[in-house]
């Protein structure tokens, strides 16, 4: 038995390294509480972001559906889920002060847990995507598996690695020496036939996870009509805005639509909420959440928000949708702007591509 395993810490691109640890080591931080103290919580700063979160916020559809009712139903969701894994199932709880969230409380996460998990002697290499979307609870699908030994069928138990710097060749039959972290061990499902070898593109679950390093539920295909998934702080906005039932609402940012969604349940779907978003595909997104969560009172646009007020009579008459963006002066009873960011801590990470430019842009992008 190996002892209990731990996450690298995350690296990033070596300026934006050099730009965050400067930024977080500034000399008023170092005045209070010294070069030494900075720098170890810098380091265990690094060493948090590639941990999933110790807790899951999920905020309920309040307006088709009750708490107690959803909370009891997501209970045994989750003890069927951690039942087939032999693990203490995660224990779900109100929030203490908002009364459409719920919190569900992991097990255990990497190096807390009572009985170690070992790897065993087949491997399974997958993308960094699908292995930071292990970290939170989910197993594994085809497009994610990156390289698997030519004796692997179904049914077999394997030990699951992520690639930490994308070096892995898809496909590869021989065993990956590279730089690689230990997720869990799981029950083949699909085999490395039916993977790398047939005509047709695989798709479904590859691998399902029976002992991850980590207790995070996976919550894909739960109670969807029922509940979000959403970080706390975008729920405590919704209710700092506490639109009034029948206000006009702009989000200025909506896309995926969860802040959007929150806004309109706080209405009780009465009124209008425009969602705006420069994507195409994200506002499809925003709509799709909308029909998700039963809510009518969503009017989504691919529009440029920072040009979503004018003056221009000719701009602002409308032919067909009156919804539609730009709008005059004083259309809203509240506005709301999530501008975009870098994402840092939102989820586990162990290797970040972003590029120094692309972090830059977002200080000057937030303040335009």
Not at 42 to 58: D, E, H, I, K, R
Request: glycine share 6%; charged share 20%.
């Amino acid at each position: 038995m190996m002892g209990s395993v731990t996450l690298p810490k995350v690296t990033f691109q070596p300026y934006v390294e050099e730009l965050l640890e400067k930024s977080y080591l500034n000399e008023k931080a170092i005045s209070q509480v010294g070069d030494e103290v900075c720098k170890q919580r810098w380091n265990s700063l690094l060493t948090a972001l590639s941990y999933p979160p110790a807790y899951t916020v999920l905020r309920v559809n309040t307006l088709h559906h009750s708490k107690e009712d959803t909370k009891q139903q997501l209970s045994q969701a989750l003890y069927q889920q951690f039942s087939v894994k032999q693990r203490l199932p995660a224990e779900v709880s109100d929030h203490p002060c908002l009364d459409d969230t719920l919190i569900i409380t992991s097990g255990s996460l990497p190096g807390t847990n009572e009985v170690p998990v070992s790897p065993c002697s087949k491997q399974v290499i997958v993308d960094q995507q699908c292995g930071l979307a292990v970290l939170r609870g989910a197993d594994i699908f085809a497009p994610g598996v990156l390289a698997a030994l030519p004796d692997m069928v179904k049914g077999d138990k394997v030990s699951v690695y992520v690639d930490v710097n994308g070096s892995c060749r898809r496909g590869l039959t021989k065993p990956f020496e590279g730089e690689k972290v230990f997720l869990g061990n799981g029950d083949v499902v699909l085999g490395r036939r039916e993977l790398f070898v047939t005509t047709c593109v695989p798709r479904g679950v590859a691998v399902r996870m029976t002992e991850p390093i980590c207790d995070c539920p996976s919550l894909n295909g739960v109670l969807t009509d029922r509940l979000f998934l959403q970080n706390l702080p975008s729920i405590v906005v919704g209710h700092v805005v506490s639109p009034a039932v029948g206000s006009r609402v702009l989000d200025m940012c909506a896309a995926p639509g969860g802040k959007t969604t929150h806004l309109a349940t706080l209405m009780k779907d009465q009124g209008v909420v425009i969602a705006l978003d420069k994507s195409t595909n994200k506002i499809r997104k925003v709509e799709e959440n909308a029909k998700r969560l039963g809510l009518s009172c969503i009017h989504a646009y691919s529009y440029d928000s920072t040009k979503a007020c004018s003056r221009d009579m000719k701009m602002l008459m409308h032919d067909a949708d009156v919804n539609a963006p730009p709008y005059p002066p004083g259309t809203f009873d509240c506005v709301l702007l999530d501008a975009p960011c870098s994402g840092l801590g939102q989820r586990p990470q162990i290797s970040n591509q972003l590029q120094l430019s692309e972090l830059k842009s977002y200080p000057a992008y937030q303040r335009c």
